[in-house]
């Protein structure tokens, strides 16, 4: 029966009003933001928000990646998550523009009044870094955000239970450490991969780079572009860096081997959404570099090159920070393609067909 009086509405079903009653600054905060200081705020919680979004993405991803056994049909699935994600990071990249409409000017006006406050304590950045796999030891200039919550929580600046979260994101496998299992497990040949198998298919590999460089050389050689020597010294040193990387300390890594093979033969039917899941993940983790590296040009162009209210060196600690790579393996990869006609051949290509429906 309808009911006038709980009815849905627009205000209700979104909370509007609530929404719009936290542009104010903490309880107590006078004066109240003038208008600049309004717009600061509102364009930090949009980011706030859409962190919010990925890392309920990341949430799905990271339940549907823990299977031990990964349906085909989640890989699609997966997919539309991370490509969820992108979008999000793609726009909050191009969100920078509606923060620099505030002149260095304006900022300097209410920026003492952030204190030590910074980007550097969003949790929920750090949450979405931590899913994904980013470790302590990799961060730039010794910044260490979880032992800066810690100080935080124990003089009460910053809830338990967000910090009790974030460690139990560190602690559990993140996005990364599933994917390299699942790529370990990747068939090769139409077989469950062993260490055998696998070495097999890595040294049939660097047999093809090699043959590919021999025919390099002697071209280049034959067009006057170099000496044979220095060409084959330049040559061999790739080779010999795409051996580290698919038998590091001579044993066939099997995830790295795994990804190879997906992204080698990427045209095989069963390898296309494996291949398209591996480019979703690259193309999120690069609009992350471009969110990064645009919000460094933005605080380049707001405060110069002074330290951070968070207390780093700013602008030169930013940047750095687009050095990040979670997924290093994916990228490092590309470095060792050969083209599809150079590849060796497989011995059960039909392995890798959809079933047949007929
Ligand atoms: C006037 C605008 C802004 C300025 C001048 C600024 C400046 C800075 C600086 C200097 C840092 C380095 C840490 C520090 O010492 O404070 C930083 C970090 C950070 N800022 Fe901003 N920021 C601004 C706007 C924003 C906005 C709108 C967001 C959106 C949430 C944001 C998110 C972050 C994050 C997540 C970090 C940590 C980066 C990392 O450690 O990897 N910033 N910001």
């Not at 299992?181 to 590999?205: I, N, Y």
């Not at 047999?207 to 021999?214: F, G, R, V, Y």
């Not at 750095?320 to 497989?346: G, N, Q, S």
Request: net charge negative.
């Amino acid at each position: 029966m309808a009911d006038s009086d709980n009815r849905m509405t627009y205000d209700g079903y979104l909370r509007i009003q609530d929404l719009l009653s936290l542009q104010d600054g903490p309880s107590g905060y006078l004066p109240k933001p003038c208008h600049n200081e309004m717009h600061f705020i509102v364009v930090h919680q949009a980011f706030e928000l859409w962190f919010k979004v990925i890392l309920r993405e990341f949430d799905e991803i990271h339940k549907k990646m823990s299977q031990d056994v990964l349906p085909e049909q989640t890989i699609p699935e997966l997919v539309h998550h991370f490509s969820r994600c992108t979008s999000v990071m793609r726009l909050m990249a191009g969100q920078w523009d509606v923060m620099q409409t505030l002149s260095p000017q304006e900022f300097l006006s209410f920026r003492h009044r952030l204190g030590t406050s910074s980007g550097f304590e969003s949790w929920q950045l750090r949450a979405i870094e931590l899913r994904l796999g980013l470790k302590s030891h990799d961060r730039v200039q010794g910044m260490d955000p979880m032992a800066h919550f810690e100080k935080l929580m124990n003089s009460g600046s910053l809830d338990k239970k967000i910090y009790d979260e974030l460690v139990i994101i560190q602690n559990s496998p993140s996005i990364a450490d599933l994917l390299r299992q699942w790529l370990a497990r990747t068939p090769v040949d139409g077989k469950t991969p062993t260490v055998e198998s696998m070495r097999k298919f890595t040294q049939k590999h660097l047999q093809s780079m090699q043959e590919q460089a021999d025919s390099a050389i002697k071209h280049m050689v034959a067009v006057g572009m170099g000496d044979e020597k220095s060409l084959r010294e330049r040559f061999e040193k790739g080779i010999d860096a795409a051996r580290d990387f698919l038998e590091p300390s001579g044993n066939v890594d099997l995830a790295r081997a795994g990804l190879l093979f997906i992204e080698s033969y990427k045209d095989l039917p069963l390898l296309s959404w494996p291949r398209r899941l591996l480019d979703e993940i690259v193309a999120f983790e690069q609009s992350m570099l471009h969110f990064r590296s645009h919000h460094a040009r933005m605080v380049e162009r707001m405060i110069g090159r002074r330290i951070g209210t968070g207390g780093s060196s700013g602008v030169d600690y930013l940047d750095e920070t687009v050095k990040y790579r979670v997924f290093e393996d994916l990228w490092k990869v590309r470095t060792i393609l050969i083209r599809a006609d150079a590849l060796p051949e497989l011995s059960k290509p039909e392995y890798y067909d959809f079933a047949d429906q007929t």
